[in-house]
């Protein structure tokens, strides 16, 4: 009998430990799927761009993938506090693969960088929550929604994400379950 799958968490670069262990135990619980914290890596000097003190999410997903991380996770989530972009984007909070393995969040802008205030920290943990499922929900072959308030909505600002539900809409969740039974037999 194989392994059960598992989500694996790995910090690039310097993330609050107590954070890391908080989003473990919520994605857990909500996927149904064993999550594990997997070694650090360091942030790639390759992705940094410093002409915007910013680094390329794409990058940062390349090199996840082609990572060893030991264990062989079924999604890997990359959960960094550095400030993340695309060429067509000032910032994104977080970046996946379409029915990839991948997915990276950044906690930057989240935690209150570049002017986003100081949040609270059960605020702070439901955006890194909203967000870390919607990346994870883009690799498992879940698009942007258009149903209001659904995780997988696209959020451009910290106020779109904190609009959001925390949960999937109907036909989002069909999605995920369908998904899942697919590819996992869970």
Known sequence: ??????LGLVPLGSINPKILKELCNC???FLYLPAKILPPKPLPLHAY???RNQYHSTQLLEDLLN?????KPFRILGVTSVDLYIPIFTFVFGEAQLDGQVAIISTYRLSGGANGGNPPAPLLLSRILKL???ELGHTFNIPHCREKGCL???AANLEKLD????GLCKYCL???DDYLNEVTGL
């Not at 990572?67 to 264990?71: A, L, M, R, T």
Request: zero cysteines; proline letters at 10%.
């Open 152 to 154: 997988m909505g696209f």
């Open 163 to 166: 609009q959001k539900h925390l």
């Open 49 to 51: 761009h410093p002409g």
């Open 132 to 134: 870390s499922l919607h």
């Open 27 to 29: 994605l857990a619980d």
């Open 67 to 71: 990572q060893d991380h030991g264990e």
């Open 174 to 176: 069909i999605f995920l």
């Open 1 to 6: 009998m194989s392994p059960r799958p598992f």
